[in-house]
């Protein structure tokens, strides 16, 4: 109940077209689900989040929808370019207690020039 | 850069030996949280501190153990190292123990012979 599944594992996309990594999670009382993007020899960095109370929410390139009904999430980037090449983890949290975020498996993101 | 930063950048311990991780937060965040981050996996949480205190676990063994001092420094020991312990270590650093932001270090890499 406590895992947060990503896929894909990989993903190679041209510039300019869209990208997009998918999240599911069993934990119905997880209510913050962020994105992080990670370079190389780098920490995470956060890149987008979202509450369960709406759909979607864009910021820039960077769209995540919300699936409640399917415990479902995804990061949408529009106009992928070869900056954009990084690791992505999508992640869960609960806001009440402890502030344990689980971590998905991460997608390797490479935008061909 | 997010202003926490980690000590040392790579380390080589043999098994059964101790090892003393360093990070320092961001100025005025009384909140640290230490992960683990496996070759090609995501960050899994190894505990916080919110004002020198343990503030909740995840699932490792008592062997990790963490201290948090005053002046936004922290550390994370591993006792009796095991093959297994070799990985990515992160610090992220949060405002409180309430926010759901936080600022990652850049890790420390720890393998274990």
């Known amino acids: 109940q406590q895992q947060v599944k990503q896929s894909p594992q990989s993903l190679i996309v041209q510039k300019g077209g869209i990208s997009i990594i998918n999240c599911a999670y069993e934990n119905t009382a997880f209510d913050y689900f962020p994105w992080y993007q990670q370079f190389p020899g780098k920490g995470p960095a956060l890149l987008i989040a979202i509450r369960p109370d709406v759909s979607e929410k864009k910021e820039g390139r960077f769209t995540i929808s919300f699936n409640k009904s399917a415990k479902q999430f995804s990061l949408h980037i529009m106009d992928s370019q070869p900056g954009d090449s990084a690791t992505y983890f999508c992640a869960a949290l609960r806001t009440s207690g402890t502030y344990k975020y689980i971590f998905g498996t991460g997608t390797r993101l490479k935008v061909l020039a | 850069e997010t202003g926490v930063t980690q000590s040392p950048t790579h380390l080589i311990k043999t098994r059964g030996q101790q090892v003393t991780l360093r990070c320092s937060s961001q100025?005025?965040?009384?909140?640290v949280s230490w992960y683990q981050q496996a070759l090609g996996q995501g960050p899994q949480f190894i505990f916080q501190?919110?004002?020198?205190?343990?503030?909740g676990r995840g699932n490792f063994p008592p062997r990790f153990s963490g201290l948090q001092f005053p002046n936004y420094s922290s550390e994370l020991n591993v006792n009796a190292l095991e093959l297994d312990d070799s990985a990515l270590y992160l610090c992220?650093?949060?405002?409180?123990?309430?926010?759901?932001?936080?600022?990652f270090g850049p890790g420390t890499r720890l393998t274990v012979l």
């Open positions: 992220a650093s949060s405002l409180t123990s309430g926010s759901t932001e936080q600022f």
């Open positions: 100025s005025g965040h009384n909140t």
């Open positions: 501190y919110y004002r020198e205190e343990e503030n």
